[in-house]
């Protein structure tokens, strides 16, 4: 089984699916800003003093969406990374046999349960990886924290911390181990930093009540999926060695 060509399908499906669904609220974003039927702003006069730009709730609407969808692309990554290791992990049970492999003290990932407890699957991977396959992935191509964010962001969005808030937040990063979060809402940021009423304005000095919005914007989410097919195709090559070593 080629498990590298499984993912690359599923990756293609979340850039098609995310530049087919998103289109329509780029479209609307972009009337609105350049003013375009049927989103010319009402002639007022010199006198009146709108509450907000015109179509400032069809706006924020579409915006919005694109960072909901956004957030859904990014937690089909996070699974379509944890199949791929997990199918890896399977692929070699089948290739070699269970018995030939704990000939060699490799069995399965979720034996070793302080691992993946400590800091959740993809760290278990990682250390099975490390352990029983001698395969570093310090040694991969890859943005390895950025890796690592993905799967953060994946567990902000199925598990939200607001219900007033459709766009999820971060609230399980740890402002020491990702001082600058790939995911943070920039804009956001820039105004908690410039808020007096929050002593030193750092937004990422670990204070609980800061619970920074998740941008996943076009740009961002095709970063993360380069790199999780950079990072997956560097794994299919050196996972021969263990083919060898066997």
Request: overall charge negative; glycine content about 4%; proline content about 6%.
């Amino acid at each position: 089984m080629d498990v590298n060509a499984l993912l690359r399908i599923r990756t293609k499906f979340i850039r098609d699916f995310y530049t087919e669904t998103s289109s329509s609220f780029a479209e609307r974003i972009r009337k609105i800003e350049a003013e375009e039927e049927p989103f010319q702003p009402p002639v007022v006069d010199e006198y009146s003093v709108p509450d907000e730009p015109p179509f400032f709730s069809e706006w924020y609407d579409a915006k919005e969406s694109l960072n909901v969808l956004g957030q859904m692309c990014i937690s089909m990554l996070s699974s379509a990374l944890q199949l791929y290791l997990k199918e890896c992990i399977n692929e070699l049970h089948r290739r070699y046999g269970t018995e030939a492999l704990a000939k060699f003290g490799i069995g399965w990932p979720d034996e070793n349960k302080a691992a993946f407890n400590k800091k959740g699957w993809i760290n278990g991977y990682r250390v099975f990886f490390r352990d029983k396959l001698r395969i570093d992935w310090n040694n991969a191509p890859s943005d390895l924290k950025l890796l690592e964010e993905i799967v953060l962001a994946r567990n902000n969005i199925q598990h939200p911390a607001r219900i007033d808030r459709l766009s999820a937040q971060h609230w399980e990063y740890d402002p020491k181990e990702y001082p600058r979060s790939f995911f943070a809402d920039e804009n956001e940021m820039k105004m908690i930093a410039a808020d007096p009423l929050h002593g030193s304005g750092d937004p990422l000095s670990g204070d609980p009540l800061f619970l920074w919005r998740l941008d996943i914007s076009k740009d961002k989410l095709w970063q993360a999926i380069d790199e999780v097919e950079k990072f997956c195709e560097w794994l299919d090559r050196v996972e021969g060695s263990v083919s060898q070593r066997t």
